[in-house]
């Protein structure tokens, strides 16, 4: 099988800047770092310098990733005898428990770091992905908020937090969970359109009004941000629809309607893909109750599990 | 009334999964428009699918996007808004004559494969507009090899596309909105698939 370095035409500098730039920006895409962080490992080890500790911790969790266990368990003898003691080593020690399952004797090497130094954020962030890990989502998120309590600043948490709370369908407390996010990052469109999107499940007319006006700052702030303009029309036809509000907030909502639309259209015609079908939205004739808020009265006629029992 | 996976739709699913092994997946499943309108089937064929979102599954604004904006004549003084979006899904379905006819929808974790709100939603939205729409639930386990068209195929190409990481190019839905060029519909994963038919 042919290198990367061979495949791709690339020197080995050209590798160790990716892997740091993959690294910096928090790539998750582990088969890539697998390749060309081993191949790096392997035969360009000695011209690396110190670099080449951080690489291992980096190839390390990739390869945690893509289930390469004799490459997780070769980085972490190197970085564990050139850092006898680190907690760093430790928590990447822990790391590959967890990803062999064995979460017990994960916890049990976390709750060793946390008897050193109580600080460590790592280890209880760690903790947190276990809980994660085996589905116990609401003791998840009551360590979470703890953690919050103590370290406020610390975003990812934050998102993370958010995360758990969208999958429960609690979207009052993913809301300000990005809240807290977008006060602390206020130019991040993403946060911005990830918090309209929460406020447009959570429904009720007042939740979409706050929807659209963040959907719109969104666009403010990145103009070719496609969910923003997509949930601005979806929200302001809602709005439009809806038989509770005035003849003047109907009007003006159709007007923001119009000229997302009249956007979306340029965007898909700005890359020259073909004029064809017009299109109006159904969603125009959704009732005021947001699909989310609909029971699965109808039933589904067949449930199949692909990979079990047929089930009617 | 039994449901039946081609080749395409379900090497286009396993994909999408494989693409984003550490989020949940879901998406359409789409079947020929019955010729017979009175007539009820006795098997429902899905010929393709749509790869719908990865990560959080549970937001309500792009899961609209794609299941309900649709084509309609525009009649004189309609004051609603209309816009020439061609790419979205229903237009593309009425093209091809398809209807959405399932959702496809795995976990986060591999244990879980219970359908849970969104996906019950999602299916009781489909089944307003197609009665026998069927919900499939990702699991790890054997597959029962009568819900395929020709399992050996299936197995064979699925296999030879994981092997060239064939996953790296599939576009899914969120894709697509990130930067519009991206072609949901997968015309190369296709004509891969085809080609190894």
Redesign the interface.
């Given at each position: 099988m042919s290198s990367i370095s061979e495949l791709y035409d690339v020197s080995w500098e050209e590798m160790r800047d990716k892997l740091r730039k993959w690294r910096e920006e928090n790539f998750?895409n582990s088969?890539q770092i697998v390749d060309v962080g081993e191949e790096l490992i392997n035969e360009h080890a000695s011209k690396l310098g110190d670099d080449i500790w951080i690489i291992y911790e980096q190839v390390m969790i990739a390869a945690l990733?893509c289930s390469r266990d004799d490459l997780a368990w070769s980085c972490l003898q190197e970085l564990k005898r050139q850092f006898p003691d680190s907690h760093r080593v430790k928590r990447l020690a822990g790391m590959r428990l967890e990803a062999l399952e064995r979460y017990e004797d994960a916890n049990k090497l976390y709750d060793s770091i946390l008897q050193d130094d109580p600080t460590n954020t790592a280890a209880r962030k760690r903790k947190i992905s276990i809980l994660r890990?085996q589905?116990k989502s609401s003791e998840a998120i009551r360590e979470l908020n703890e953690y919050l309590e103590q370290f406020v600043g610390d975003q990812e948490a934050w998102h993370e937090l958010s995360?758990l709370y969208?999958?429960e369908?609690d979207y009052a407390k993913a809301a300000f969970c990005l809240e807290e996010l977008m006060m602390t990052n206020p130019h991040n469109h993403l946060y911005c359109e990830?918090y309209?999107?929460?406020k447009?499940?959570q429904g009720g007319l007042e939740n979409l009004e706050l929807?659209r006006k963040y959907f719109a700052q969104a666009l403010k702030l990145n103009n070719r941000n496609?969910?923003a303009l997509?949930?601005l029309?979806?929200?302001a036809?809602h709005i439009?629809a809806s038989p509770k509000v005035s003849a003047k907030v109907k009007k003006d909502n159709?007007k923001y309607?119009?000229w997302?639309?009249?956007q979306?259209?340029r965007?898909?015609?700005l890359?020259h893909?073909?004029?064809?079908?017009?299109?109006?939205?159904?969603?125009?004739s959704?009732s005021t109750k947001?699909?989310?808020t609909?029971?699965?009265?109808?039933?589904?006629?067949?449930?199949?599990?692909?990979?079990?029992?047929?089930q009617t | 009334?039994?449901?039946k996976l081609t080749t395409q739709a379900y090497c286009k699913m396993l994909l999408h999964a494989a693409k984003y092994?550490?989020c949940a997946v879901n998406g359409l499943l789409v079947a020929e428009k019955h010729k017979k309108k009175d007539s009820p089937r006795d098997s429902v064929l899905c010929v393709d699918c749509v790869p719908l979102f990865h990560g959080?599954l549970?937001?309500?604004?792009?899961l609209?996007?794609a299941l309900?904006?649709?084509?309609?004549l525009?009649r004189p003084g309609?004051?609603?808004?209309?816009?020439?979006?061609?790419?979205?899904i229903?237009?593309w379905c009425?093209?091809n004559k398809y209807v959405i006819a399932g959702y496809?929808q795995a976990n986060?974790?591999i244990?879980?494969?219970r359908?849970n709100?969104v996906a019950?939603?999602v299916?009781?939205?489909i089944?307003?507009n197609f009665?026998?729409?069927?919900?499939?639930?990702?699991?790890?386990?054997?597959?029962?090899t009568d819900?395929f068209e020709d399992w050996i195929e299936a197995q064979k190409i699925t296999a030879a596309l994981l092997e060239s990481?064939s996953y790296e190019s599939l576009v899914d839905f969120d894709n697509h909105?990130?930067d519009?060029?991206n072609d949901w519909t997968n015309p190369e994963i296709n004509k891969s698939v085809l080609h190894l038919c």
């Open positions: 998750r088969e990733d890990a589905g995360e969208i999958n369908h990830q309209a999107e929460v447009y499940t929807a496609m969910r997509f949930g029309y979806m929200s036809s439009a159709v309607a119009a997302a639309t009249s979306i259209s965007a898909y015609q890359q893909l073909p004029a064809g079908v017009m299109l109006t939205s159904l969603a125009l959704i947001t699909p989310y609909t029971a699965a009265s109808a039933g589904v006629a067949v449930v199949i599990e692909i990979h079990g029992r047929r | 009334m039994s449901l092994p550490h959080a549970a937001l309500a604004p792009m609209e996007v309900t904006l649709k084509s309609r525009i309609n004051i609603f808004p209309v816009f020439n979006c061609p790419i979205l229903d237009a009425k093209e496809y986060e974790r244990k879980e494969a359908p709100q019950e939603k299916a009781a939205r089944s307003e009665s026998e729409a069927a919900m499939i639930m990702w699991k790890c386990r054997e597959p029962s819900c990481k909105l990130d519009l060029r």
